[in-house]
């Protein structure tokens, strides 16, 4: 962040410059096959370990006329884009737009609190068969330190709802190395994992937490590569058998936190090390 000697101040668009909409069509771009539409920009919710959240600028929600208007009718897949789709307090509206006009849509991951029977019966029709939620911390004393607010209730609920609307699978995003973590909110997440694997096929992306600049967390201890991989496997020995488990290596959260809050000296000299091929950890 201090490259440029000084924090730069958030860049805000001008809410008429959204929506932003456009297709990439490359290999390596996981919507290859999908128009993107961003339909919000910023999230009204306040995790203190997000740069999307609420503080950081005013959330933008785009009008459901203005949405489907800029997606060609000719585009057979749409991607909605956002931190915050699944908060657009006119989701089901856009997602019958879609509908109707025989366009499948794709979207990132989903609050489980805001997944009821309408919005999941909307999400299958358009398309959808595996859903992905964030839950971020693995207990609920986490979630609430982290301010992400999701109860093991609402969260086990989400994956009862998705599985009678004819889902095929779940995915969940999840973090470990959250301040304060311990053994037993690992513990408590992997059961809260296997309870969510009763339902659906289960697939769990787990990262280290990195602190983020700008974020209330920022100056948080990174959990370090020994530690963070300690952790990673005592996840993935409680919820064996039970789900797919995707890990971010240790080594690679170590980087991006070293680049997160690198000052220019040590910008540079990662700059440097990465021009000559050498490690940068
Ligand atoms: S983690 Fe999700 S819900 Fe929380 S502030 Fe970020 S985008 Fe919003």
Redesign the pocket.
């Known amino acids: 962040p201090c490259v440029h000697k000084e924090i730069p101040k958030p860049c805000v668009a001008p809410k008429d410059a959204l929506p932003t909409a456009t297709f990439i069509p490359h290999e390596k771009n996981m919507f290859s096959d999908a128009f993107l539409v961003e339909v919000s920009r910023g ?5 203190t ?6 503080s950081n600028r005013k959330t933008i929600f785009v009008p459901k006329e203005k949405v489907l208007a800029c997606v060609p009718l000719d585009r057979k897949k749409v991607g909605l884009l956002g ?2 789709v699944s ?1 657009h307090p006119h989701l089901p509206e856009i997602l019958e737009g879609f509908i109707a006009r025989n366009q499948k849509i794709t979207l990132s ?1 989903l ?1 489980a609190d805001r997944i009821d029977v309408e919005i999941a019966k909307l999400l299958r029709k358009a398309g959808l068969v595996t859903a992905t939620l ?1 839950i ?1 911390g693995l207990s609920e004393r986490l979630r609430c330190r982290i ?2 607010d999701l109860t093991k209730e609402q969260v086990i609920m989400a994956a009862r709802i998705l599985k009678d609307t004819g889902f095929k699978g779940v995915k969940v995003y999840a973090m470990v190395g959250l301040p304060e973590e311990t053994e037993d909110d690992i513990i408590e997440g992997a059961t809260l994992l296997r309870e969510i694997a009763k339902f659906l096929p289960l697939t769990v992306s787990v990262s280290p937490f990195v602190p983020k600049p700008r974020t209330p967390l920022s100056d948080a201890r990174f959990v370090g590569i020994k530690e963070a991989k300690q952790r990673l496997s005592v996840l993935e020995r409680a919820v064996r058998g039970y789900a797919r488990i995707q890990t971010t290596s240790p080594r690679t959260a170590m980087l991006e936190w070293r680049l997160a809050h690198a000052d220019e000296d040590e910008s540079q000299s990662l700059l440097q090390a990465f021009i000559e091929g050498k490690s940068l950890i």
């Open positions: 999230c009204p919710k306040a995790c370990f997000c740069i999307c959240r609420s931190a915050s908060l991951s609050r964030g971020d301010r992400k």
